[in-house]
């Protein structure tokens, strides 16, 4: 069964750091651009965040984001992981990780480009 499960999310004080992962089972995540979304409290719209390509060299970051958050993959581990930190309570929101199998250096930002969606985590960021 192809499934996408992200973890890492939890109450967290404002400052403070997290760090989500996104594991693939019932498939090999090599070959698959991945990106993390989120869908803040009240808001239908899931917000591209960030995404990185098959082979980790091509990375795309929200404007708004760049220099707080960074994506990374694990191929060995089947996993990519999202580092945030300095966060702040507008990040609060369900995080999402999606993925679509696509050449080496391909970076998707869209949601409706991707095949592949896990369940979410929430990450809420509250003192």
């Known amino acids: 069964q192809v499934q996408l499960v992200e973890s890492g999310g939890t109450l967290v004080q404002p400052g403070g750091s997290l760090r989500l992962s996104c594991t693939a089972s019932?498939?090999?995540?090599?070959?698959?651009?991945v990106g993390w979304f989120r869908q803040a409290p009240g808001q239908e719209e899931h917000e591209g965040i960030s995404s990185i390509s098959s082979n980790g060299e091509s990375k795309y970051y929200v404007d708004s984001l760049k220099g707080r958050f960074t994506i990374a993959r694990d191929n060995s581990k089947n996993t990519v992981y999202l580092q945030m930190s300095n966060l702040k309570p507008e990040d609060t929101a369900r995080y999402y990780c999606?993925?679509?199998?696509?050449?080496?250096?391909?970076?998707?930002?869209?949601?409706?480009?991707?095949?592949?969606w896990g369940q979410g985590t929430q990450v809420t960021v509250s003192s």
């Open positions: 999606a993925a679509k199998q696509v050449a080496t250096m391909t970076v998707l930002k869209e949601v409706t480009d991707y095949d592949y």
């Open positions: 019932g498939f090999n995540l090599e070959g698959y651009s």
